[in-house]
């Protein structure tokens, strides 16, 4: 009868829209992962790029959230480390190393 036929046709229909969607989430993370390979490449990373992050830090998982002139940060599966702060802890260690020294010297000097 009609109403079995368009049943069918339907059940096909979605069968093969899932099939083009797992082609299309294949294709996205080759994409993804070509892309990754040409940032180790093009950073000399001897450990293969493993996850992709946008200047806020959120990880991108699909190419089609990139856009011309983005920049990205490529780690080899680090989490997100915001290049800023990481900079700003990094001078204020070198800072307390410092005033360590001068302290030390100055109980040396006392002594």
């Not at 036929?5 to 829209?17: E, F, N, P, V």
């Not at 699909?62 to 002139?69: M, V, W």
């Not at 983005?70 to 800023?84: A, I, R, S, Y």
């Not at 990481?86 to 006392?110: A, C, G, L, W």
Request: charged share 30%; net charge positive.
């Amino acid at each position: 009868s009609y109403s079995r036929a368009s049943r069918r046709s339907g059940g096909t229909s979605d069968r093969a829209l899932r099939r083009l969607g797992d082609q299309l989430e294949q294709r996205q993370t080759e994409a993804l992962n070509a892309l990754l390979d040409r940032c180790a490449g093009a950073l000399g990373l001897t450990v293969p790029a493993r996850r992709l992050f946008n200047r806020r830090g959120k990880e991108i998982g699909s190419l089609a959230k990139l856009k011309d002139g983005h920049l990205v940060w490529v780690t080899t599966g680090e989490p997100w480390v915001d290049p800023h702060t990481s900079k700003t802890h990094k001078n204020r260690r070198q800072q307390i190393i410092d005033m360590r020294n001068r302290v030390e010297h100055m109980k040396s000097y006392f002594n």
